[in-house]
């Protein structure tokens, strides 16, 4: 199975802040990863597919880059609404793995 | 507007059997793939198992296979798990979610349920 890992697994920052999240996958997973948010209680949300596609709806604060097995999810200009979990998770084989997670928490 | 909406979860004692629901509205449900995503107490997000439009193919985390049964029905929009021989570590909260393609191989989880929370205790 793929592993995924991220870092950190969880930062402290300020509204305004510039905000990244490493994702690294066990072996070259190309550019199927995928980002996801979740506040508690509430399903995840799609954020980036296929490493840099921003979902529809999502605010462009919220960019993907990487390829192989390193990938990084930034958020510049941090929203107060950003204060979340986030998640990737690769398609690239089954199963189909989430890193563990890394909570935004308010400075 | 996609909506998925879960059902089926509860209290369920170690040893016992459940089946989740998911009801599927606002696409065409039989073209898609979709999954089931579960995430224990305090934990993080495990990806279950899978089932592509046709239904042909399911596929199924280690921790689960040979116990757990993903099933759909496009004739009523709804996919199943069925879930036999459920362990204390089956606890979480299970969400289905839909799946679209970017590109072959490049899937993603673009609507999800609100989940459904399944305890399994004596």
């Known amino acids: 199975d793929i592993q995924m890992t991220q870092s950190p697994s969880s930062l402290s920052a300020s509204v305004g802040d510039r905000v990244t999240i490493t994702c690294r996958a066990s072996?070259?997973?190309?550019?199927?990863l995928n980002w996801y948010q979740q506040k508690p209680g509430k399903a995840p949300k799609l954020l980036i597919f296929a490493t840099s596609n921003l979902q529809s709806g999502v605010p462009s604060r919220f960019s993907g880059s990487g390829s192989g097995t390193d990938f990084t999810l930034t958020i510049s200009n941090l929203q107060p609404e950003d204060f979340a979990t986030y998640y990737c998770?690769?398609?690239?084989?089954?199963?189909?793995?989430f890193g563990q997670g890394t909570k935004v928490e308010i400075k | 507007e996609v909506q998925l909406l879960e059902s089926g979860g509860g209290l369920v004692q170690p040893g016992g059997s459940l089946r989740l629901s998911c009801a599927a509205s606002g696409f065409i449900f039989s073209s898609y793939a979709m999954s089931w995503v579960r995430q224990a107490p305090g934990k993080g997000l495990e990806w279950v198992s899978g089932i592509d439009g046709s239904g042909d193919s399911p596929y199924y985390a280690d921790s689960v296979k040979g116990r757990f049964t993903i099933s759909r029905d496009d004739s009523k929009g709804t996919m199943y798990l069925q879930m036999n021989s459920l362990r204390a570590e089956d606890t979480a909260v299970y969400y289905c979610?839909?799946?679209?393609?970017?590109?072959?191989?490049?899937?993603?989880?673009?609507?999800w349920g609100q989940g459904t929370l399944l305890t399994v205790s004596s």
């Open positions: 072996q070259s997973i190309r550019g199927f």
């Open positions: 979610a839909k799946e679209s393609r970017y590109s072959y191989g490049q899937n993603y989880f673009d609507y």
């Open positions: 998770q690769q398609t690239h084989s089954s199963p189909r793995t």
